[in-house]
């Protein structure tokens, strides 16, 4: 049996300006995204990208909406790794500053194109602003396994 990984990513929007709440990640990869993580056992997906939300920023998330998914099969291992992808701009909660995980702020979207981005995050992001693409498809193996000082050239295909 292959193995599965789904996780999630979720990008919060200010209703009143349109800045993005960001994460500064310097764990497992770096460079700026938007907070998720990991689904539990037991846990829905919406509930896993909630808690993912207010673990990493502190902020309480409400009505998020789908936006789509990236799905990584590893083309050596039959491994499967899945991003489900959500936003919103209801939230309530104090933001903090900082975890483990990196820091934490709001930005603009003309000011994130400009920062050092996480891997393939330019290629998930069009996915969160616009409802042309609802999957992106990738090929990987352990040969091309990004890191912090680098980024492979993937084929990134969106369906």
């Known amino acids: 049996m292959s193995k599965i990984e789904i996780t999630n990513m979720?990008?919060?929007?200010?209703?009143?300006?349109?800045?993005?709440?960001?994460?500064?990640r310097v764990k497992y990869w770096c460079g700026i995204?938007?907070?998720?993580?990991?689904?539990?056992?037991?846990?829905?997906?919406?509930d896993s990208a909630v808690r993912e939300v207010k673990e990493e920023t502190g902020l309480t998330v409400k009505n998020l909406k789908y936006c789509g998914m990236v799905h990584w099969y590893n083309n050596e291992?039959?491994?499967r790794y899945f991003v489900h992808f959500y936003k919103t701009n209801e939230y309530s909660g104090e933001l903090v500053e900082k975890t483990d995980e990196g820091e934490v702020f709001f930005t603009s979207l003309d000011e994130l194109k400009n920062m050092k981005?996480?891997?393939?995050?330019?290629?998930?992001?069009?996915?969160?602003?616009?409802?042309?693409?609802?999957e992106i498809?990738?090929?990987?193996?352990?040969?091309?396994?990004?890191?912090c000082n680098g980024e492979p050239d993937w084929d990134f295909q969106y369906k």
């Open 117 to 134: 981005l996480s891997p393939n995050f330019d290629k998930y992001l069009p996915m969160f602003l616009s409802d042309d693409y609802n």
């Open 33 to 46: 995204t938007f907070p998720g993580g990991h689904l539990e056992n037991g846990e829905s997906l919406y």
């Open 77 to 79: 291992t039959d491994a």
């Open 137 to 147: 498809y990738c090929e990987w193996n352990e040969k091309m396994k990004e890191n």
């Open 10 to 24: 979720i990008m919060v929007q200010n209703p009143e300006n349109n800045h993005v709440l960001v994460q500064k």
